[in-house]
Structures are given as structure tokens and as C-alpha cells.
């Protein structure tokens, strides 16, 4: 679906804001031009862009690869106002050490900073860095205001982190983006298997979604909220369809406050 004709669906379901993968954009760029997209994004009157997702960027052996999608992802941060790049690292078992990480964050981060916007580890539990607990003890050594997390609910119980883990382990300055979802209790396939193709929406899996809001929200983090639901069957229904019922549901599991900006 044209780039055009997906913000208008997001427009038109209540979503204040979105993110866009690197395919997405080097699409964007391609077409229309990422000038032309930022105007797109404010006459539509979103507040919140993402862009993701660098991987590879701790391995200069690698940096004829990943180093053209950095220059991407900083071109469309800077033109599009996201509030940070979204990184990952590669797919496998958790390390136990993960300090060889810290002297390529630091640089990634210095270079987004100077382009106004900052850098944002997501740990998966099929990855390098496979807990949130892990991670926040990473940024406190990387120790850069403009270095932090992307927190997805899913990979905090597939992790097996505990809400309490949570509150100890992390610092609310740390938190740059919460995205939220649900899933059964039992792993259909692999963890990456399970990631990809059975997510539910919020409220109609197993885990506990308010649970995990509240936890958020007691260590600081005031939103926005994301949401990440990647199923098959959500795929499967028409985008507005899909889009209204991420964020109805997702709305229904925030208690009685303010209505959060999604």
C-alpha cells in the first residue's frame, strides 16, 4: 500500500503518530521525497515518528552493509522529526557480555545527536541483548542522555522479566519507546516464529497488559504508547479494520486516566 494511502488509514483510525521501516523508507525517498513526506505527516497533524531498524552497526567488518542504512535512517530522522533510530542486534542466543557493544553505541549515538535525534536499543529475547534488565545495565555504561530502550511488552514476558525486574532495573530516562501487545501463554514455534506470526491484540491474550502499563507509567514513562501487534491473522483483515482494532483494544487496557496518546 502506497505511503499516502497508509497515513490517511492511520489518520482516519486515531493514531497520532507511526513508524516507518527502512524498506518503507528508502521507498519514501525513492517516490516522493522525504521533504515531501514531512509534509504529508504534519498536514495530517501526527506528533510521533519512529524509524527502524539498523542492525550490524557494532561490526565494522560489516559497515559496507549497514553503514548506507544508518545514512538513510539519519536522513529521515532528521527530515521527518523522529524521535529516535530504532537498533537491534543480531538474532541467536542472549551473551552473557555485552561491553563490546558499548564503544559502537556511543558512536552511533554522537552521530544522531548531531543530527538531531537520538539512538534506541530494543533487547529481544532471541538476541545479543536478550532482557530488558541486561540492557538498562548496558546503558548505564554506554551513559549518554540521547542513548535508550524501546521496551515491547513482548519480549519482556517472553524474556521472562517480571514486572518487578522491571521497576528495579530500569530508569525512567532510559525509556524512549514502550510498545505494547499481547500473546498466549504457551510459544507457538520458535521465539522468533512466535514473535512474527502470533501476537495478539492487547487484552485478548494471556499476559497482563494493564499489569505492564502500570509498571511503565510507575517508573516514569508518560507515553507514547506504541503498538506492535504482528500476526497472522491481524494481517489478514483490511487495514482500517486492523488499525481500529489495534487501538480500540489498546486503549481498553490503560486504567481510568487520561486518554494516552497511542
Request: hydrophobic share 45%; net charge negative.
Amino acid at each position: 500500500m502506497p505511503i499516502t494511502h497508509r497515513l490517511e488509514a492511520l489518520s482516519s483510525t486515531g493514531w497520532t503518530g507511526f513508524g516507518l521501516a527502512h524498506d518503507d523508507l528508502a521507498a519514501a525517498r525513492s517516490t516522493l521525497g522525504f521533504p515531501a513526506l514531512r509534509k504529508l505527516i504534519d498536514d495530517a497533524g501526527f506528533r510521533h515518528v519512529e524509524v527502524e531498524l539498523l542492525s550490524g552497526w557494532w561490526d565494522e567488518s560489516l559497515v559496507h552493509h549497514w553503514r548506507p542504512q544508518f545514512d538513510l535512517l539519519l536522513d529521515a530522522a532528521e527530515t521527518l522529526g523522529a524521535r529516535f533510530i530504532k537498533v537491534g542486534t543480531s538474532i541467536g542466543t542472549p551473551l552473557n557480555d555485552i561491553d563490546f557493544l558499548v564503544e559502537p553505541l556511543r558512536r552511533l549515538t554522537a552521530e544522531a545527536a548531531m543530527r538531531g535525534t537520538r539512538i534506541a536499543l530494543e533487547p529481544m529475547p532471541f538476541s545479543m541483548v536478550g532482557s530488558v534488565p541486561a540492557a538498562a545495565e548496558l546503558m548505564r555504561k554506554v551513559d549518554m542522555p540521547e542513548c535508550g530502550l524501546v521496551v515491547d511488552y513482548w519480549h519482556v514476558f517472553r524474556a521472562g522479566t517480571t514486572f518487578g525486574e522491571l521497576s528495579r532495573s530500569l530508569e525512567a530516562q532510559q525509556i524512549f519507546g514502550v510498545e505494547l501487545n499481547d500473546a498466549d501463554a504457551e510459544i507457538r514455534g520458535s521465539l522468533f516464529e512466535d514473535t512474527r506470526y502470533n501476537r495478539r491484540l492487547c487484552g485478548q491474550g494471556d499476559q497482563d497488559v494493564t499489569g505492564f502499563i502500570r509498571t511503565m507509567k510507575a517508573i516514569g514513562f508518560d507515553g507514547p504508547w506504541g503498538v506492535e501487534i504482528l500476526s497472522k491473522e491481524h494481517r489478514k483483515l483490511p487495514v482500517k479494520e486492523a488499525l481500529r482494532q489495534a487501538h480500540a483494544t489498546a486503549l481498553a487496557c490503560f486504567p481510568a486516566d487520561p486518554a494516552p496518546s497511542l
